[in-house]
């Protein structure tokens, strides 16, 4: 992926070393609440009439635990450090925004942008304490993406998702989740789950899978901006995969269960993710409509 230092000033924020907390507070792994429920009605408001309803969401879409270490004391945020795993977060982090402002806009709507919190170990945010092995997330009630770099070096060695877009894949997803969020589809979502606990996993696969094809809708508008070198979508494709339930599963020698999956399969978050990097269209990404 063609990157440049230096961009994107003021979106990421640098939490390392410096964490508050090491338990899961209330991002349980694999409970998303990043939203998507009801997609088809909340398009036509936004593409067509633009309104916005207000909502929440959140939650990680990559449950692979990392090692879980101390957390040291809480502390406030610097700007992110010069080292190329910060500074190339910052530059994914900038693009990603740019592409929601402008689409928001197109709607003749405002993108509300956040920002990105760097950590190791531990951290405290609105929803609670959060520890690494969460893996990336959103939190809603502060609506900041947290991102241990960890997480990046253990996607590669334990699941061979190598590749710099790999990476940029995963922010993606998360900052999907704060669309949602700003949407307001994920309060949807957290409704309908407490409505109906026994299909609490299937909208959470729902909501994931969306999240994986907004990611998409990113991808679709970098390649457009000529930032992709050959071989870059076959890294996100192969990062989505690995990050499948079935495939971590099967990494931790556990039996295939789909029953108790939230996340969705490998093929499901590669096929989510490529439809929305072929079309580039949020209204290509209604996970709820039909079988996923």
Sequence with gaps: MK??????????????GRGGGGGL?????????????????????????GGFPGGGGGGSGFPINLPSAPAGPGAGGEPPASDDGAQFVQFVVADVQATWKRIFAEANQTYEPTTLRLFTSGIETGCGGASSDVGPFYCPADKHVYIDLG?????????????????????????????????????????QQQEDPEGANE???????????????WGHSADKEGLLDPGDVE??????????????????????NPESWTHGSAEQRMEWFRKGFEQGDPSACDTFKGDV
């Design 3 to 16: 990157w440049r230092r230096g961009t994107g000033a003021g979106q990421v924020e640098d939490f390392r």
């Design 25 to 49: 507070g209330g991002i349980p792994i694999g409970k998303a609440g990043g939203g998507g429920l009801g997609l088809i009605v909340v398009l036509v408001v936004l593409f067509l009439s």
């Design 151 to 191: 997480f990046f070096r253990e996607l590669q060695s334990r699941f061979g998702a190598k590749g710099d877009f790999a990476q940029a894949y995963v922010i993606a997803h998360e900052f999907g989740h704060h669309v949602q969020n700003v949407l307001g589809v994920s309060a949807d979502v957290r409704q």
């Design 203 to 217: 909208l959470s696969i729902k909501l994931e899978l969306q999240a994986d094809c907004l990611a998409g809708v």
């Design 235 to 256: 890294e996100g494709l192969n990062a989505a995969a690995a990050v499948g339930d079935d495939r971590i599963q099967q990494k931790s020698g556990r039996g295939v």
